[in-house]
């Protein structure tokens, strides 16, 4: 059972930046897609951005392109998001999770069509204010 811990989120000024880490623990992390989602109360929860299990495809949500860097170090069993430029919109409570393609799915990663994302985080706050 892989387990998933967020940190880094808290509070920013408009036009910050904040780097969100998951770490995993319990399984082999360099086989999975794992993907960074938010969620606000109300709404639905949104695909922020992915990346394959080996780095070798990313996708982000367009409300983040240009601002947000996804990356992961499968030796430190951890992966990343680099926001920069925050905006009021993106405040949020933020999730990673991990799972695979599905069988014969070649898709954008966010697409929970595409991907089976069994294990989530517990999430971490992330509030942009002045």
């Known amino acids: 059972q892989l387990g998933l811990v967020e940190s880094g989120g808290g509070l920013v000024q408009p036009g910050g930046s904040l780097r969100l880490s998951c770490e995993a623990s319990?399984?082999?992390?360099?086989?999975?897609?794992l993907g960074w989602f938010r969620q606000v109360p109300g709404k639905e929860r949104e695909g922020v951005s992915c990346?394959?299990?080996?780095?070798?495809?990313?996708d982000y949500a367009d409300s983040v392109k240009g601002r947000f860097t996804i990356s992961r170090d499968n030796a430190k069993n951890t992966a990343y998001l680099q926001m920069n430029t925050m905006k009021p919109e993106d405040t949020a409570v933020y999730y990673c999770a991990a799972g695979y393609r599905r069988a014969g799915r070649t898709g954008a990663c966010l697409s929970f069509s595409n991907i089976s994302y069994n294990y989530w985080g517990q999430g971490t706050q992330v509030t942009v204010s002045s």
């Open positions: 319990g399984g082999p992390f360099g086989v999975y897609v």
């Open positions: 990346i394959g299990s080996q780095s070798n495809y990313i």
